[in-house]
């Protein structure tokens, strides 16, 4: 409880003082959903339901600086691989408030970040694999918390990603994956998530 509010601050000093597309953006988002991620475990741990707001709001919060770090990352690369002018990028990330994390009460600002990353005129057209992982964790994270339908719109964003490369997942996590992409969000097909403390 006491950690989470200081790395939030430090995240915010990191967003005001950094270049756009500095190296500790990632280390601040990944901090806060570390703390974030691990408090919302510690809670189920002790009896509280994924479907409990403090709960469900930590998990949301883990996700929203997930996807803070895959718009980051796909940009990034764009710029390296050359599809994305640095200039242009920077100005996206300012305008677009891609920087500070504004945690809401609700599924806003996920929807938000959300649109960007799934919307082909706003993102670079880069295949980065580089962020397979955090776009895995942050829907696991949003499937845990109850929002299956945000959970569903990231990963049909990144279906042909993951079932056509082999390693990414394992032959049940894309079993679960395709179900759930299939089904439009209905129902969470994954049960093997570490924040959930149910069998």
């Not at 189920?44 to 718009?71: D, F, N």
């Not at 600002?109 to 919307?119: A, G």
Request: proline letters at 4%.
């Amino acid at each position: 409880d006491n950690t989470l509010p200081k790395v939030m601050v430090e995240q915010g000093v990191v967003a005001k003082i950094c270049h756009p597309f500095h190296w500790l953006h990632i280390s601040a988002w990944d901090l806060v959903s570390i703390a974030a991620s691990s408090l919302a475990r510690c809670l189920m741990m002790e009896g509280m339901l994924p479907a409990a707001p403090k709960v469900s709001g930590l998990l949301r919060l883990s996700a929203t600086c997930q996807l803070h770090q895959i718009l980051w990352t796909e940009r990034a690369a764009a710029i390296v691989y050359g599809s994305l002018d640095l200039k242009d990028a920077v100005a996206d990330s300012q305008n677009e408030d891609l920087l500070q994390v504004n945690f809401s009460d609700n599924t806003d600002e996920v929807s938000r970040l959300l649109d960007l990353i799934c919307e082909p005129k706003q993102r670079p057209r880069t295949n980065c694999t580089e962020v397979s992982q955090t776009v895995f964790h942050a829907g696991q994270d949003l499937l845990v918390a109850g929002h299956n339908i945000l959970a569903c719109q990231l990963y049909t964003c990144y279906e042909a990603m993951f079932l056509s490369s082999h390693g990414i997942l394992s032959a049940k996590n894309k079993e679960s994956f395709r179900a759930l992409v299939h089904s439009g969000g209905k129902k969470n097909y994954f049960n093997n998530h570490l924040l959930t403390s149910q069998p």
